[in-house]
């Protein structure tokens, strides 16, 4: 009897393993992500935040800019319980100097730290795919030139970059559309380009000359298939790492640039904003600085745990 079931364990034990060999590359990826708790727990907050962001006027008690001037600044609930006389329930996180409610406006803030960390990495990736594709497929004189344009770039300061870009058109119409949020699309993708262009490029030239792609060729498929067909998917799992740590990269940015008022433009909320607004209180109430400042970490550190979690995911040399 014990060797029955000692014959059934084996026998199931090789079906398990059996059907991890079956998976995909892709679905095996996503199997080692989801057993990574970090990178789960990331996966939480960014959906979260993300389901703030999109149901904000729904869920926030007031408008971002509603004023509520009569009552001041006023501190969150909890510290009433360490003595502070200055607390109301109906804000749950305190108010800012003008009366305004912190959680609500932490709400309508997520909308745009978002936008920030995706929208302008969307501008990255399309550049740096476009550029490092071509400059490994084609190489000689189109190479040459792309990757020292590439160069070029690459020796300045990225966050000075940024804000140099970001003070030099703040004054256009390109600054003034969309309290300037278009300008910071604008500056983040003009820096942060170079970063993916070299990663791809250096990708592209390990696998050109596989021979999957030499077979390609022989049956008579043209560069852009065979880059869009055989090369891209081969290299994907880098890209969409890098991808995940520039998110938070982006959205950092944003903030430093509004915490030093020449990012978005108020009254527009967005973290870096309340961080720029609250140093005016902060030596009568940090709140308003410590609040966003605490968001702005908790979501930077869930995309760093994802970050790393499809790192290991992606790595075929990973066991999990």
């Given at each position: ?189 003009v820096v942060n380009w170079v970063g ?112 790393d979690g499809l790192r290991d995911a992606?790595?075929p040399r990973s066991k999990m």
């Amino acid at each position: 009897m014990a060797t029955a079931v000692t014959a059934q364990e084996k026998r199931t034990a090789e079906l398990n393993v059996l059907a991890r060999k079956q998976r995909s590359l892709w679905g095996d990826a996503m199997y080692r992500l989801f057993r990574n708790r970090a990178a789960l727990v990331g996966l939480v907050v960014i959906a979260v935040a993300a389901l703030v962001a999109i149901f904000a006027p729904v869920l926030a008690p007031y408008g971002p800019l509603e004023q509520h001037g009569k009552d001041g600044l006023m501190e969150p609930i909890w510290t009433k319980f360490f003595g502070s006389k200055y607390t109301d329930p109906a804000y749950l996180l305190g108010s800012d100097e003008l009366g305004r409610d912190i959680l609500s406006r932490l709400m309508y803030s997520s909308r745009v730290s978002l936008i920030i960390g995706f929208v302008p990495v969307s501008i990255v990736l399309a550049i740096g795919l476009t550029v490092g594709m071509l400059a490994g497929y084609v190489g000689g004189v189109l190479d040459d030139f792309l990757m020292r344009v590439t160069d070029v770039v690459y020796a300045f300061p990225d966050l000075l970059f940024v804000i140099i870009i970001v003070a030099t058109l703040r004054g256009t119409g390109l600054g003034d559309a969309y309290d300037g949020l278009l300008v910071i699309f604008v500056g983040i993708a003009v820096v942060n380009w170079v970063g993916v262009a070299r990663l791809v490029r250096g990708q592209v030239l390990s696998v050109k000359n596989r021979e999957f792609v030499e077979a390609a060729r022989a049956v008579g498929a043209g560069p852009g298939r065979i880059m869009r067909k055989h090369i891209f998917p081969n290299i994907l799992a880098p890209v969409i790492v890098t991808v995940a740590f520039a998110i938070p990269g982006a959205m950092l940015t944003e903030s430093v640039l509004s915490f030093l008022g020449i990012g978005i433009r108020p009254p527009t909320p967005t973290w870096g904003v309340m961080i720029n607004e609250g140093f005016i209180v902060f030596s009568t109430s940090p709140w308003p600085v410590l609040l966003p400042s605490l968001c702005i970490s908790i979501v930077l550190l869930a995309f760093t745990f994802v970050g790393d979690g499809l790192r290991d995911a992606l790595d075929p040399r990973s066991k999990m």
